[in-house]
């Protein structure tokens, strides 16, 4: 909160505006009536700039709690889309619900954590028609099987 008292209202103003998402840039400055070498001056500023990453920190902090949150509602879209009448669609699902794994695995190692290391290069190995085959496999099983 310290860099924030001690930016000038109008400092405030503008990184307010930029982050609000309902104008770009350059029409934010001239709301506000700031020249693109006051600008580029301010993001020279110490206290500026330590302003302007905690606000990109947030965002990305918020952006993170939304995917979070429908992310379960997404899987279940997905499991449902595997049995879709059409063939390319329940492909398609099938072919992303196997590249999740990666998916997190590649999250975890970009944050700096371990990757699952046998996901990762089992999912790897996995071809668009090794996963075709797979999902011609699974949908043999859900086929009754005729006893003579």
């Given at each position: 909160?310290g860099?924030?008292?001690?930016?000038?209202?109008?400092?405030?103003?503008?990184?307010?505006?930029?982050?609000?998402?309902?104008?770009?840039?350059?029409?934010?400055?001239?709301?506000?009536?700031?020249?693109?070498?006051i600008?580029?001056?301010?993001?020279?500023?110490?206290?500026?700039?330590?302003?302007?990453?905690?606000?990109?920190?947030?965002a990305?902090?918020?952006?993170?709690?939304?995917?979070?949150?429908?992310?379960?509602?997404?899987?279940?879209?997905?499991?449902?889309?595997?049995?879709?009448?059409?063939?390319?669609?329940?492909?398609?699902?099938?072919?992303?619900?196997i590249?999740?794994?990666?998916?997190?695995?590649r999250?975890?190692?970009?944050?700096?954590?371990?990757?699952?290391?046998?996901?990762?290069?089992e999912?790897?190995?996995?071809?668009?028609?090794?996963?075709?085959?797979?999902?011609?496999?699974?949908?043999?099983?859900?086929?009754?099987?005729?006893?003579?």
């Amino acid at each position: 909160m310290g860099a924030k008292k001690q930016l000038r209202q109008k400092q405030l103003l503008v990184i307010d505006d930029l982050f609000s998402g309902e104008l770009d840039e350059q029409a934010v400055l001239d709301k506000h009536k700031v020249s693109r070498n006051i600008y580029n001056k301010w993001l020279r500023d110490e206290k500026f700039c330590a302003e302007f990453s905690r606000r990109v920190t947030i965002a990305r902090l918020q952006s993170e709690v939304l995917i979070a949150k429908y992310s379960l509602a997404a899987a279940a879209k997905l499991v449902q889309l595997t049995q879709s009448e059409k063939e390319e669609t329940a492909r398609k699902a099938c072919l992303d619900i196997i590249s999740l794994p990666l998916k997190g695995a590649r999250k975890t190692e970009q944050a700096g954590g371990k990757p699952q290391e046998n996901v990762k290069e089992e999912v790897e190995e996995l071809s668009e028609q090794t996963c075709s085959r797979l999902l011609a496999a699974l949908a043999e099983e859900e086929q009754p099987i005729k006893k003579d």
